[in-house]
């Protein structure tokens, strides 16, 4: 087949792509590269800048692009809103899509209409980016992001590609829970891709010889939302009671070929608190053999059938449940090297990118309606 796959978060379309042409299909990426992580593309979609000049610039090169966005079998766009442009202006570029390919799916990967309302209207998860229970976590971010999916331009863009594409994919438990109400027939979930990294299977093993090492990776605007400060909070405890066992590898901002390579020499990695599951960038540190602290909840073993591994740490989303999870590896070092080996499997059974490539065939040559 001949398939476009549409903008980019945290790797999944590359990755996903370079599974599809293991399995003899062709496979065009355009992204912006999912702004300063510089992921890899076919088709360059970065926007220079928000001025005038560089807009009317950007502009035209879209257009030009857009031009040889057809005759695909398949196009998957990664979200509602693929490109960086205000919602209002993707509507077309939509159209577009639908008008000059045969079958256009929609990825549910990230923060979207339905995930907020899910998120918010209760019911569904215990806790999450927008809730704690019952009290709303509230921040400017989250204002903006509920203004935006609930009731601006975005929500409304959202509602439309959700109900007219030929098929949506989840790629963690929380998406499919937030969609299946409204989209049954035409949800599925599939794992985010993931490869394998067998120039990696050598590790120094934890057995209290040295320190174990903590990957945290920082982003500024997102660390309170992710809830990485609380869990540098947790960590910089545990360091204080045992200096000598702990080492801290704190990364922020980083470009992604940089961020692996500083992810590679390290044991533990602190993801989101508020997740139910490792998505991309928990995902790809199991693949390397790092141990995950974060959403590991039961949720998240159900959806992939896994009835055996459970690699994650799993801690609830507080300070002191986070300080007792890292000292419990601290004072048991071997644990880790335990759970690095099931992480590693746990990868091979459900993220392999070509396992995960093969199933997005299936369902897309299920759902594919013939041309529009």
Same mark, same amino acid.
């Given at each position: @087949? ?8 945290? +790797? $999944? ?27 890899? *593309? ?18 035209? *090169?879209?257009?030009?692009?857009? *031009? ?30 639908? *008008?000059? =390919? ?16 899910? %998120? ?37 863009? &959202?509602?439309?590609v959700a109900s007219d594409c030929d098929g949506i994919i989840s790629g963690l438990y929380e998406y499919q829970a937030c969609y299946e109400k409204e989209f049954p027939q035409k949800l599925t979930f599939i794992p985010f891709p ?11 093993? %934890? ?56 992810? +590679? ?20 540190? @199991?693949?390397?053999?790092? $141990? $995950? ?19 994650? $740490? =799993?801690?609830?989303? &507080? ?12 004072? =048991? ?18 993220? +392999? ?20």
């Amino acid at each position: @087949m001949k398939i476009l796959l549409l903008g980019d978060y945290s +790797n $999944v379309h590359a990755t996903l792509a370079d599974g599809l042409r293991q399995l003899g299909h062709t496979v065009v990426v355009a992204s912006d590269g999912d702004s300063w992580k510089g992921y890899p *593309r076919d088709v360059d979609l970065r926007r220079k800048s928000l001025g005038l000049l560089d807009s009317l610039v950007y502009c035209l *090169r879209l257009w030009r692009s857009f *031009r040889r966005f057809r005759g695909f079998d398949v196009v998957q766009i990664i979200n509602p809103v693929f490109l960086p442009l205000k919602a209002e202006h993707i509507w077309r570029y939509y159209a577009q899509l639908r *008008r000059h =390919n045969r079958a256009v799916f929609m990825g549910a990967f990230g923060m979207d209409h339905y995930y907020v309302k899910g %998120c918010l209207e209760g019911g569904i998860f215990k806790y999450s980016d927008f809730m704690m229970g019952d009290v709303e976590r509230r921040s400017a971010d989250n204002d903006i992001w509920k203004e935006d999916w609930l009731f601006g331009e975005k929500g409304r863009l &959202n509602q439309f590609v959700a109900s007219d594409c030929d098929g949506i994919i989840s790629g963690l438990y929380e998406y499919q829970a937030c969609y299946e109400k409204e989209f049954p027939q035409k949800l599925t979930f599939i794992p985010f891709p993931i490869k394998e990294k067998s120039d990696l299977l050598s590790r120094e093993k %934890c057995d209290g010889s040295r320190p174990i090492r903590f990957f945290v990776g920082i982003q500024k605007a997102r660390s309170a939302y992710k809830g990485t400060d609380v869990m540098l909070s947790a960590l910089e405890r545990v360091k204080a009671l045992y200096p000598e066992r702990v080492e801290i590898i704190k990364v922020e901002s980083v470009p992604f070929d940089e961020y692996q390579h500083l992810m +590679n020499n390290s044991d533990v990695i602190l993801d989101q608190l508020y997740s139910y599951t490792p998505a991309m960038n928990a995902l790809e540190a @199991m693949s390397r053999g790092l $141990v $995950v602290v974060g959403g590991g909840e039961p949720e998240n073993y159900a959806i992939l059938g896994e009835e055996k591994l459970r690699p994650i $740490v =799993n801690v609830s989303p &507080n300070e002191d449940a986070v300080f007792q999870a890292l000292k419990e590896l601290v004072k =048991n070092p071997e644990r880790v090297s335990d759970l690095s080996a099931q992480s590693r499997e746990y990868i091979h059974l459900h993220h +392999n990118h070509i396992k995960v490539a093969q199933q997005y065939l299936e369902f897309w040559n299920k759902n594919r309606v013939g041309p529009h």
